[in-house]
């Protein structure tokens, strides 16, 4: 059996049972990374037609076949490979196995079962099976952005021009659905949404994971739309700011551009390893200012030394996550038994009461530092709980603080007529500006505080007796020029003292002649 058969269907099981990860993470945590975008395909293309494949399956009699005893037990492999072979555009099963000879046994029965349905549904094509709302593709282009601690807008742009990418207007392009297909496509568009961040799109499915301008740190692969919270907030340089829940650190590193390496950026994390992860990016990126320290935000005290002159703060606080199409929710859902469904829906109900309820205690704590005059609250959620409800509650208790308008220019904005300027809210969706769902809200202090004067040490005074600093400094020159001073290899002989004695000298008796 081909391996990324094994692999699509691995992570349909761990979607299907709902064990938590996002299919980004199952993915990149895989061991067949070399077909990532085959995998990416099959994956979801198998969940758009799974419903219908189910059908195909319990009515062409695979399952009552003796010799296919166990065939169920199987995982949602079958799906994918049933997939390939009916309704991809190649339809044929890669590779061998017991389950490919077992699924070309019944090719037949589920191929006359699939036009059984679309009889049944009056169409013609297949995909005229498919629920309306599954139909829209959501195709969304891969964003870099500039790493400028390390690099500029003119190199990169120089290095995609030499391997041949041109600039254009748009870079959707609607029969892309792999990274094969992208690489017949060089072209590139500069993307100037984000005041003082530069970023660069290219169509998608466009794979740069392994090219030498990411694995050098010159540029990162990060959606607009995760960018704009960063662009918002906008800390200058030699100012103290703080990103809250900082781990994986895209946005801290945006953050520290921002600050041109000055100053100091606190990131905070209370998971060890994302925090380590952190520290691994941003050390490799170049980032010199931050400060990342294992702690939940909520239990930082305003008042200490280190925190208490905090002017700006970046708070992007764990949410429902519903808007990163990666997760795949729509087709989830789709894909989910009726009943399944219904119990899930007042338990997705509490989760978001729950996490709002969290999001508002945050941003409480952050908008409490006595000096900080921006705090920027972001989420990639769409839900209006963790969103609009969020910020009108802490206008509501802080009224200290304001919306200040952003992004004027972005037509999606928050949802009008909640409270006073809600529109001054930015919102980003699939659909209408091509990135992940999102929500940026920036709240701006009426009335601007300055930093705090830093409390300094007295140093000792030394009484200004310039006669004894002279002495004491020609002391110490004289000292390090004995220190140096080579020894003379003739040396003096030592003048006699008064109590030398000259010894004297014996004399020889002679001897008598003898006669």
């Not at 659905?177 to 660069?200: V, W």
């Not at 994390?269 to 200012?289: E, M, Q, S, V, W």
């Not at 935000?297 to 708070?315: A, C, G, R, T």
């Amino acid at each position: 059996m081909a391996q990324h058969y094994i692999e699509a269907g691995r992570i349909l099981d761990k979607l299907l049972s709902k064990s938590g990860p996002s299919l980004k993470n199952l993915l990149y945590g895989g061991q067949n990374k070399s077909h990532i975008p085959t995998i990416y395909a099959l994956v979801t293309e198998t969940l758009k037609y799974k419903n219908i494949i189910d059908e195909i399956l319990n009515n062409c009699g695979i399952y009552e076949d003796k010799l296919n005893k166990g065939l169920k037990g199987s995982g949602h492999v079958l799906h994918v490979m049933v997939y390939d072979l009916l309704i991809s555009s190649k339809q044929k099963i890669s590779g061998g196995g017991r389950l490919k000879k077992t699924l070309m046994r019944h090719k037949s029965a589920m191929h006359a079962a699939l036009v059984r349905l679309k009889i049944k549904a009056k169409v013609t094509e297949t995909i005229g099976l498919v629920p309306d709302h599954l139909k829209e593709n959501v195709i969304i282009p891969r964003y870099v952005r500039i790493n400028t601690h390390k690099t500029t807008l003119e190199e990169v742009i120089n290095t995609f021009q030499t391997e041949n990418y041109e600039f254009v207007d748009s870079v959707i392009i609607t029969d892309v659905t792999n990274a094969e297909q992208s690489k017949k496509h060089k072209i590139m568009k500069l993307e100037e949404d984000i005041p003082e961040t530069y970023m660069l799109s290219f169509p998608p499915f466009t794979d740069f994971h392994s090219h030498e301008l990411v694995t050098r740190g010159h540029i990162i692969l990060q959606d607009k739309a995760s960018a704009l919270s960063g662009g918002a907030l906008l800390p200058p340089p030699n100012c103290i700011a703080i990103d809250a829940c900082a781990a994986p650190g895209m946005k801290t590193m945006q953050l520290s551009e921002s600050m041109q390496n000055t100053g100091t950026l606190y990131a905070f994390d209370r998971d060890p390893k994302r925090l380590a992860t952190l520290k691994r990016i941003t050390r490799k990126h170049g980032c010199n200012n931050i400060k990342a320290r294992v702690a939940d935000f909520l239990s930082i005290n305003h008042q200490d030394e280190d925190y208490k002159n905090v002017e700006y703060i970046l708070l992007d606080p764990s949410c429902s996550g519903s808007g990163i199409v990666s997760r795949l929710d729509y087709l989830l859902s789709s894909a989910m038994p009726e009943q399944e469904l219904d119990e899930d829906e007042e338990t997705e109900e509490q989760r978001l009461a729950s996490l709002s309820g969290f999001q508002i205690q945050a941003l409480r704590h952050a908008l409490s530092f006595p000096r900080v005059n921006r705090v920027v609250y972001s989420t990639c959620s769409i839900h209006q709980i963790e969103n609009e409800d969020v910020v009108q509650q802490a206008l509501e208790e802080f009224p200290d603080f304001e919306l200040i308008e952003i992004y004027p220019n972005w037509t999606n904005r928050g949802i009008e007529g909640l409270f006073p300027n809600s529109h001054f809210c930015v919102r980003a969706s699939p659909k209408e500006d091509r990135t992940i769902g999102f929500f940026v809200s920036c709240f701006q202090r009426k009335i601007a505080l300055p930093p705090l004067p830093k409390v300094e040490k007295k140093a000792k005074l030394v009484p200004d007796n310039s006669h004894v600093v002279q002495e004491v400094q020609r002391q110490e020159v004289q000292r390090k020029v004995e220190v140096v001073k080579p020894e003379t290899t003739n040396k003096k002989r030592k003048a006699p003292t008064n109590n030398f004695k000259p010894k004297r000298k014996r004399r020889r008796k002679k001897k008598p002649l003898v006669k």
